[in-house]
């Protein structure tokens, strides 16, 4: 529901909030460790897939697409999103920065059903930046990783973005920045649901409302009702009854730590190898490999 075509242009603002580090964050790790990154995924091949999950437009893709060429190293790409738009966007901008990457795009859900890789000779190399993992709950998230494993070979390689459990205050601002972006954000989805579903949400009606839940290791980001109030949306044959300051959650982003990440890994068919994480510590880039067996 976020990302309709405003949502999406506010989420592109987002990550170039001064508050919101994950982004920034990422691809400093990615720019520093690319090569290393491909050339662990690589081992002694000439030649490497990489596939990547939830790709959106892919920018920061082009850092390792770049260190694998640097390498002299054939890249198949094999970007993989839910959005149409989305991949045709990475497409276009892969063909003219990086002719000679073969890119082979799959429009899939991979959250509902795994995703159908065809063999391939040689090594892969799974991708899932950006932290997205962190707006699913613990059990899809493992169904999400296992579903992957699926696909992959004993030995194959996995690049996980995750964000990282830190100070609250600092958690908080990146979800609740002074600009308000990220309230028009979460706002946005009220005017999503009254175009899409009929519904007469009043947009003035809600406030931003972001909380750091620790028991679930997770920020959640709310709208909550500033006045008692009935909303009705006809075409989910719904009708709302909120409290004054009664909240809609509107989503979640789990955050990591290390002992997390190896369970989660552990779980799902994979074993940790590398850890990448800036001096901070708020965010780690994890690279695993698919275990022989199950
Ligand atoms: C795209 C899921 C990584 O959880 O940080 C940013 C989405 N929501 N600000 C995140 C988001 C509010 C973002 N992810």
Redesign the pocket.
């Known amino acids: 529901m976020?990302y309709d075509d405003a949502g999406f242009r506010l989420?592109e603002r987002?990550?170039t909030l001064p508050e919101?580090y994950?982004?920034r964050t990422e691809r400093q790790l990615l720019e520093e460790h690319a090569e290393n990154i491909v050339m662990s995924a690589c081992g002694s091949a000439r030649r490497l897939r990489i596939v990547e999950l939830g790709a959106g437009s892919a920018c920061k893709t082009h850092i390792l697409l770049a260190a694998a060429l640097r390498q002299g190293i054939e890249v198949i790409y094999m970007p993989l999103d839910v959005s149409a738009d989305a991949l045709e966007t990475a497409c276009e901008s892969i063909a003219e920065a990086f002719p000679p990457v073969r890119v082979l795009p799959q429009v899939v859900n991979y959250v509902s059903a795994p995703p159908q890789l065809s063999p391939f000779i040689g090594p892969t190399l799974a991708l899932y930046l950006?932290?997205?993992i962190?707006?699913f709950k613990p059990c899809e998230s493992r169904t999400i990783l296992r579903n992957l494993g699926t696909q992959l070979k004993a030995d194959d390689s996995f690049l996980l973005g995750t964000?990282l459990v830190k100070e609250e205050s600092t958690l908080i601002a990146?979800?609740d920045d002074s600009q308000g972006v990220?309230a028009a954000?979460?706002l946005n989805i009220l005017m999503r649901l009254n175009r899409e579903l009929g519904s007469n949400f009043d947009v003035n009606a809600f406030r931003h409302s972001v909380r750091w839940n620790a028991d679930e290791s997770r920020?959640e980001?709310h709208l909550q009702s500033i006045r008692r109030q009935v909303v009705e949306i006809p075409l989910a044959e719904l009708e709302l009854h909120l409290d004054k300051d009664e909240t809609i959650h509107t989503?979640?982003?789990y955050k990591f730590d290390d002992d997390a990440l190896r369970t989660l890994l552990s779980q799902t068919s994979f074993r940790w190898e590398l850890m990448w994480k800036d001096p901070q510590q708020w965010y780690a880039l994890t690279l695993s490999r698919k275990a022989a067996y199950a």
């Open positions: 976020f989420f987002i990550t919101y994950p982004c950006g932290s997205s962190g707006n964000d990146a979800y990220t954000f979460n920020i980001m989503e979640n982003s």
